[in-house]
């Protein structure tokens, strides 16, 4: 079935790097823009970037842009963040999910979701 | 601050209809754009709900309507059920200064 894996969360220090995974299955992973949202503890969906099927384009929240990257392996069906210089407000669970659209569109909204991968930047 | 403004709770008993209300700008909702809804249990994959203002995905149950005009959305779910109990997410697409995707702050149904 259709299903989408994270993993890769974990503790790091303010200033510190982490980089999550998502793996994808039953489906065309390369037909697909994919997002990353985040959870932060007791509060509510914020979207943190997306990235094209063909990984030609991406776009990033402004409390991202400089720090994060995302990229895409279609080869492995994998979608990657690199979170640098993490922040304590970059606390909270993160979600890949899949764009709505089929190449070569996307709509910027999300029919597939992850459970999620929590990281904790604390000191 | 979210660029969808959403009531933090709302509750209804077994069998009841509840409405949960989206309110957009003109730099979301506003500029035409269409909302989209999100069921979401802590601890799961959040769940696409209605997409395209009023449209269901294969597989949810017809419960579950939405509507849009102009800067102001709604979802309706009519016959409460105690599976319902969720946080429910507006969202669409911004064009305001460094955003392109907003979620509005989430609403806790609770089925009493």
């Known amino acids: 079935q259709v299903q989408l894996v994270e993993s890769g969360g974990g503790v790091v220090q303010p200033g510190g790097s982490l980089r999550l995974s998502c793996l994808a299955s039953?489906?065309?992973?390369?037909?697909?823009?994919m997002h990353w949202v985040r959870q932060a503890p007791g509060k509510g969906l914020e979207w943190v970037s997306i990235?094209?099927?063909?990984?030609?384009?991406?776009y990033y929240a402004d409390s991202v842009k400089g720090r994060f990257t995302v990229s895409r392996d279609s080869s492995k069906n994998t979608l990657y963040l690199q979170m640098n210089n993490l922040r304590t407000e970059d606390t909270a669970v993160y979600f890949c999910?899949?764009?709505?659209?089929?190449?070569?569109?996307?709509?910027?909204?999300?029919?597939?979701w992850g459970k999620g991968t929590t990281v904790s930047v604390s000191s | 601050q979210s660029g969808l403004t959403q009531p933090p709770s709302v509750s209804g008993a077994p069998g009841q209809r509840v409405t949960i209300s989206c309110t957009g700008t003109?730099?979301?909702?506003?500029?035409?754009?269409?909302v989209h809804w999100y069921q979401h249990v802590p601890g799961t994959a959040p769940k696409l709900l209605i997409y395209?203002?009023?449209n269901r995905p294969s597989g949810v149950p017809d419960r579950f309507s939405g509507s849009k005009s102009g800067t102001s959305a709604s979802l309706a779910i009519t016959g409460l059920q105690v599976d319902d109990e969720a946080e429910y997410y507006c969202?669409?697409?911004?064009?305001?200064?460094?955003?392109?995707?907003?979620f509005g702050g989430g609403t806790k149904l609770t089925v009493l």
């Open positions: 999910a899949r764009d709505f659209g089929v190449i070569p569109d996307y709509y910027y909204y999300m029919d597939v």
């Open positions: 039953g489906f065309t992973f390369s037909n697909y823009a």
């Open positions: 990235i094209s099927f063909d990984a030609k384009n991406e």
């Open positions: 003109r730099y979301n909702l506003g500029a035409g754009f269409d």
């Open positions: 395209a203002n009023n």
């Open positions: 969202q669409a697409i911004d064009i305001g200064p460094g955003t392109y995707v907003v």
